[in-house]
């Protein structure tokens, strides 16, 4: 079975901390995105990587950056963190575009205050 | 980006009932997929379907693969109260993935 595991489900962080979340999956996937899920929005884009070192933007990366400097896993780091950035946080993986599945990781709960 | 237009947005249904719900999309896709995600959980992917036309079990689930490419239907038989959820879809096309708002799924004993 894949698994995609989110190192935290729940984070409290004061505005203006620096975060991180990691992202680890063991199918050696190439594909790794991060989303934001809101209520009323969906999941939105933040950034996606297809490969070590690779990335890509998606929909809404500003106030995000991301670090892949290993296959199987993918950070998201929130430079300077604020209130409109409390939101639950998905990690996602799929072993090639061309497979069109995605997994997802259990999510980590962001409380900004 | 595109968001899809999942519907209905919530249901209540009883226990044993069938459901419907759809996802319809002005854009063509080469990929359907169905989520469900529990509170507080990530989505758990249930059907993937990649051709036009293409009908899916999964279980109680059937889901399909609309024939002009840009809708597609899930369905649950005989529903159980350990399908309450949200369900959502998702559609590829190119790189893009997009997804549904979701469909919020109350089963009552």
């Known amino acids: 079975d894949v698994k995609v595991t989110q190192s935290s489900r729940y984070l409290v962080k004061r505005t203006g901390e620096k975060v991180f979340l990691e992202c680890v999956q063991d199918?050696?996937?190439?594909?790794m995105f991060w989303y934001r899920q809101d209520p009323g929005l969906g999941l939105r884009l933040i950034y996606f990587?297809?490969?070590?070192?690779?990335?890509e933007k998606g929909d809404i990366p500003e106030g995000y950056s991301v670090s892949r400097e290993k296959k199987e896993r993918f950070s998201l780091i929130l430079e300077s963190a604020s209130t409109n950035q409390t939101s639950m946080y998905l990690c996602a993986s799929s072993f090639r575009l061309v497979t069109r599945e995605q997994y997802f990781g259990p999510g980590t709960r962001l409380t900004v205050t | 980006g595109q968001q899809l237009n999942q519907s209905p947005q919530s249901m209540f249904i009883q226990e044993g009932e069938d459901v419907s719900m759809n996802c319809t999309s002005s854009?063509?896709?080469?990929?359907w997929l169905w989520y469900k995600q529990d509170p507080g959980e990530g989505p758990v992917l249930l059907i993937a379907?990649?051709?036009?036309?293409e009908l899916t079990s999964n279980g109680r689930l059937t889901a399909q693969f609309g024939i002009t490419r840009k809708d597609s239907f899930l369905n649950i038989s005989a529903s159980i109260p350990s399908d309450v959820g949200i369900y959502f879809c998702a559609g590829q096309a190119g790189n893009q993935f997009y997804f549904g708002t979701g469909t919020s799924l109350t089963v009552i004993p």
């Open positions: 854009s063509i896709f080469n990929t």
């Open positions: 379907l990649y051709k036009a036309g």
């Open positions: 199918m050696d996937h190439e594909n």
């Open positions: 990587s297809y490969d070590v070192k690779m990335k």
